[in-house]
């Protein structure tokens, strides 16, 4: 067993906040790396020690296997924890650690590259056992093959990058004619994040829900799973909200699809935490999508209903610990929900709206956690990922969940960018979520809704509001000639306003 | 003081004035509101209106407020009244100034000048905090300039594309 002593913290924003205090709780010194547009980001400010990593294009930062290592090296690290995105699942990365001499937190490198390149994750998983969605099991490079293939499984399919993950270089393909762009696109976008631009397909269930199951394994062959999340509420086939238990899942399907995971995760020999993302369609039939072989950006929602610190629990079995439990000793207590709060207008298509924090206020009071990773006066680089913050809510039961994360979003205020929160305010109001009749096409079926314009006290109240505070605007101006009239910063919203709204 | 306010296209006349220490009359087209009004803090004010409490918080931004109430974003456009009404603003036809949301790069420009679109078709796409967002034409029309080209990079407000 190897005690830790400083771990290198290879992310940025809100998770490298998260493991900074995992590492602070456990005595554990931690090492942040930041590019030059995060010198003052939060996750600097939470680690023990610090080094610039480069300049803001992630590739010349967050990117850098040579720097990061360096850092590490410089700081007397003894491991790394790369969290989810950039090198998270990067097995070129864990293998440059491990001949480093520094522990990799996560599995080995050979199981990332077997588990990250889904396509032979899913070759993996036929011979497990597990079902998996039709589809290409290699990567298929050329066009003509792509439309060939697409032809095989049938219209609508879905277009994957091999070595993605956080929907990037995904896309819902409805017909050939569409195919050929699509696929640029994809193509374009998979290579920008992961270096890496191929592409395989598979084909689109219908309203399917987006499942996964979490899992935990160490480095004695011991496997558990710790039950599934419910993630179907996307956008750009990116989650925003997740909750555990799923209103779905019946407790014969999570019996089902646990064994499936532990048996897949036995059979890849993995260790670490890790989670296995399925489709469940209508009739409940769970289809293998892919694994990720790091922490997940949803992982709290788990800690939640089972008690359980994953961010600890790797730093445990990356030590050669046992797990300290066996799968009859876990259960699912209550109900968690997730709002991934991202720097985006919903309104335009969520766009990403990077900008200075102008004000933050975070809701607080029984039940409630926020995983953020910005504070008030802070700035949203542009660069990143526009995740800033995870609110995150547990309650006895799925109707006190709901309930109280409607009432964390109505206090939750952030001034300066536009962020999804109002957006959220919409969804988990709307009767379709309350009842749990939820599937990957929940936002694009219920957008007329979800858009409506505010409730007419509301929206009263606001122009009350507006008009009081602009007519004491006025009069202070008035007292103080000097002060600047404030004429604020551009109404961004306005500009975004003559653009065309998205479909 | 008499305002014009418009909220997602709804429009309405205010008229405030001070009526005591933090109280305020405002009568919203023909109704009456009185409102006791408290600053808590550089944005929030805290509300009381016919003995219901409103926390909200407010930001100026050019040509009116952002306004968060109830878990709601609510952009409020407003004038004097004296300057001319709102709806103004709002005037359709006329050429069509599509403009950068936000700072990024142009990865396509899919149009060109003296091509005509149709309302919703792409224009430009723009990569910014990883990924590629397509702007789309808010109107269809014939493109009378499209001053961009792919792999530039662009600041908020850049003219991307004029429609006539």
Same mark, same amino acid.
């Given at each position: 067993?190897?005690?830790?002593?400083?771990?290198?913290?290879?992310?940025?924003?809100?998770?490298?906040?998260?493991?900074?205090?995992?590492?602070?709780?456990?005595? !554990?010194?931690?090492?942040?790396?930041?590019?030059?547009?995060?010198?003052?980001?939060?996750?600097?400010?939470?680690?023990?020690?610090?080094?610039?990593?480069?300049?803001?294009?992630?590739?010349?930062?967050? $990117?850098?296997?040579?720097?990061?290592?360096?850092?590490?090296?410089?700081?007397?690290?003894?491991?790394?924890?790369?969290?989810? *995105?950039?090198?998270?699942?990067?097995?070129?990365?864990?293998?440059?650690?491990?001949?480093?001499?520094?522990?990799?937190?996560?599995?080995?490198?050979?199981?990332?590259?077997?588990?990250?390149?889904?396509?032979?994750?899913?070759? $993996?998983? +036929?011979?497990?056992?597990?079902?998996?969605?039709?589809?290409?099991?290699?990567?298929?490079?050329?066009?003509?093959?792509?439309?060939?293939?697409?032809?095989? !499984?049938?219209?609508?399919?879905? $277009?994957?990058?091999?070595?993605?993950?956080?929907?990037?270089? %995904?896309?819902?393909?409805?017909?050939?004619?569409?195919?050929?762009?699509?696929?640029?696109?994809?193509?374009?976008?998979? %290579?920008?994040?992961?270096?890496?631009?191929?592409?395989?397909?598979?084909?689109?269930?219908?309203?399917?829900?987006?499942?996964? @199951?979490?899992?935990?394994?160490?480095?004695?062959?011991?496997?558990?799973?710790?039950?599934?999340?419910?993630?179907?509420?996307?956008?750009?086939?990116?989650?925003?909200?997740?909750?555990?238990?799923?209103?779905?899942?019946?407790?014969?399907?999570?019996?089902?699809?646990?064994?499936?995971?532990?048996?897949?995760?036995?059979?890849?020999?993995?260790?670490?935490? *890790?989670?296995?993302?399925?489709? +469940?369609?209508?009739?409940?039939?769970?289809? /293998?999508?892919?694994?990720?072989?790091?922490?997940?950006?949803?992982?709290?929602?788990?800690?939640? +209903?089972?008690?359980?610190?994953?961010?600890? $629990?790797? !730093?445990? @079995?990356?030590?050669?610990?046992?797990?300290?439990?066996?799968?009859?000793?876990?259960?699912?207590?209550?109900?968690?929900?997730?709002?991934?709060?991202?720097?985006?207008?919903?309104?335009?298509? /969520?766009?990403?709206?990077?900008?200075?924090?102008?004000?933050?206020?975070?809701?607080?009071?029984?039940?409630?956690?926020?995983?953020?990773?910005?504070?008030?006066?802070?700035?949203?680089?542009?660069?990143?990922?526009?995740?800033?913050?995870?609110?995150?809510?547990?309650?006895?039961?799925?109707?006190?969940?709901?309930?109280?994360?409607?009432?964390? +979003?109505?206090?939750?205020?952030?001034?300066?960018?536009?962020?999804?929160?109002?957006?959220?305010?919409?969804?988990?109001?709307?009767?379709?979520?309350?009842?749990?009749?939820?599937?990957?096409?929940?936002?694009?079926?219920?957008?007329?809704?979800?858009?409506?314009?505010?409730?007419?006290?509301?929206?009263?109240?606001?122009?009350?509001?507006?008009?009081?505070?602009?007519?004491?605007?006025?009069?202070?101006?008035?007292?103080?000639?000097?002060?600047?009239?404030?004429?604020?910063?551009?109404?961004?919203?306005?500009?975004?306003?003559?653009?065309?709204?998205?479909? | 003081?008499?305002?014009?306010?418009? &909220?997602?296209?709804?429009?309405?006349?205010?008229?405030?004035?001070?009526?005591?220490?933090?109280?305020?009359?405002?009568?919203?087209?023909?109704?009456?509101?009185? &409102?006791?009004?408290?600053?808590?803090?550089?944005?929030?004010?805290?509300?009381?209106?016919?003995?219901?409490?409103?926390?909200?918080? #407010?930001?100026?931004?050019?040509?009116?407020?952002?306004?968060?109430?109830?878990?709601?974003?609510?952009?409020?456009?407003?004038?004097?009244?004296?300057?001319?009404?709102?709806?103004?603003?709002?005037?359709?036809?006329?050429?069509?100034? #599509?403009?950068?949301?936000?700072?990024?790069?142009?990865?396509? &420009?899919? &149009?060109?000048?003296?091509?005509?679109?149709?309302?919703?078709?792409?224009?430009?796409?723009?990569?910014?905090?990883?990924?590629?967002?397509?702007?789309?034409?808010?109107?269809?029309?014939?493109?009378?300039?499209?001053? #961009?080209?792919?792999?530039?990079?662009?600041?908020?407000?850049?003219?991307?594309?004029?429609?006539?």
């Amino acid at each position: 067993m190897t005690r830790l002593r400083k771990v290198l913290i290879a992310n940025r924003g809100e998770i490298a906040v998260r493991i900074a205090r995992a590492c602070r709780e456990l005595d !554990i010194e931690s090492v942040a790396v930041y590019s030059e547009a995060d010198r003052a980001a939060l996750h600097v400010r939470m680690a023990d020690e610090a080094v610039a990593i480069g300049p803001a294009p992630s590739r010349e930062s967050y $990117l850098r296997i040579d720097r990061i290592l360096d850092a590490a090296r410089s700081r007397g690290a003894d491991a790394v924890q790369p969290g989810y *995105g950039f090198l998270a699942e990067n097995a070129e990365f864990a293998r440059a650690c491990e001949d480093a001499g520094l522990v990799f937190i996560g599995p080995r490198s050979e199981t990332i590259a077997l588990m990250g390149e889904k396509t032979s994750a899913r070759r $993996l998983a +036929v011979e497990a056992g597990v079902p998996v969605v039709p589809g290409t099991l290699e990567p298929v490079d050329d066009l003509e093959a792509l439309r060939g293939e697409a032809e095989r !499984i049938g219209f609508p399919v879905m $277009l994957k990058a091999a070595a993605g993950g956080g929907g990037k270089g %995904l896309r819902l393909v409805p017909d050939a004619a569409t195919l050929a762009s699509a696929a640029e696109r994809a193509r374009s976008e998979a %290579l920008s994040a992961f270096g890496d631009g191929r592409l395989y397909l598979e084909k689109a269930l219908v309203r399917p829900h987006h499942i996964e @199951i979490q899992v935990l394994a160490d480095h004695h062959g011991h496997a558990v799973h710790v039950f599934e999340r419910e993630c179907s509420i996307q956008r750009r086939h990116q989650k925003v909200i997740e909750e555990s238990p799923s209103p779905f899942v019946t407790p014969e399907l999570r019996e089902r699809m646990g064994a499936q995971a532990v048996a897949l995760v036995r059979k890849a020999g993995y260790r670490n935490a *890790g989670t296995l993302e399925f489709l +469940v369609d209508a009739g409940r039939n769970p289809y /293998f999508l892919e694994m990720n072989t790091r922490l997940q950006v949803e992982h709290p929602v788990t800690e939640m +209903v089972t008690g359980l610190d994953l961010v600890k $629990l790797q !730093i445990a @079995i990356a030590q050669g610990e046992r797990l300290p439990f066996a799968q009859e000793d876990l259960r699912q207590r209550g109900h968690a929900i997730e709002c991934r709060v991202y720097a985006e207008d919903p309104a335009q298509g /969520f766009l990403p709206s990077p900008g200075h924090l102008v004000a933050l206020r975070a809701p607080s009071g029984p039940g409630v956690r926020d995983d953020s990773g910005v504070y008030e006066g802070g700035e949203v680089p542009i660069h990143y990922d526009p995740l800033i913050s995870k609110l995150v809510v547990w309650g006895a039961d799925r109707a006190e969940a709901l309930a109280r994360m409607q009432r964390a +979003v109505s206090e939750y205020a952030v001034l300066g960018i536009t962020t999804t929160l109002p957006f959220f305010d919409r969804v988990l109001r709307h009767p379709a979520f309350v009842a749990g009749d939820i599937d990957t096409g929940f936002i694009e079926r219920h957008r007329s809704e979800l858009f409506a314009p505010p409730a007419e006290d509301v929206r009263e109240m606001a122009v009350i509001a507006a008009v009081v505070r602009a007519m004491r605007e006025r009069a202070s101006a008035r007292a103080q000639p000097s002060a600047a009239s404030g004429t604020g910063s551009a109404w961004r919203a306005q500009a975004w306003r003559d653009l065309g709204r998205p479909r | 003081m008499i305002y014009d306010a418009a &909220v997602d296209g709804w429009t309405v006349r205010a008229e405030v004035r001070a009526s005591g220490e933090g109280r305020y009359t405002v009568r919203l087209d023909g109704r009456t509101v009185e &409102v006791d009004v408290h600053d808590a803090g550089p944005h929030a004010i805290s509300m009381i209106a016919d003995g219901r409490a409103y926390d909200a918080v #407010v930001e100026r931004r050019d040509g009116g407020y952002r306004v968060l109430l109830r878990g709601q974003a609510i952009e409020v456009a407003l004038m004097e009244a004296s300057r001319g009404a709102v709806a103004a603003r709002r005037a359709a036809g006329g050429p069509a100034r #599509v403009q950068a949301p936000m700072p990024g790069k142009l990865v396509r &420009v899919l &149009v060109r000048a003296g091509e005509d679109v149709g309302a919703g078709q792409g224009l430009v796409v723009m990569e910014a905090m990883k990924m590629e967002n397509e702007i789309r034409a808010p109107r269809a029309g014939r493109v009378k300039e499209a001053p #961009v080209r792919e792999g530039q990079a662009v600041e908020t407000g850049a003219l991307l594309v004029l429609l006539e």
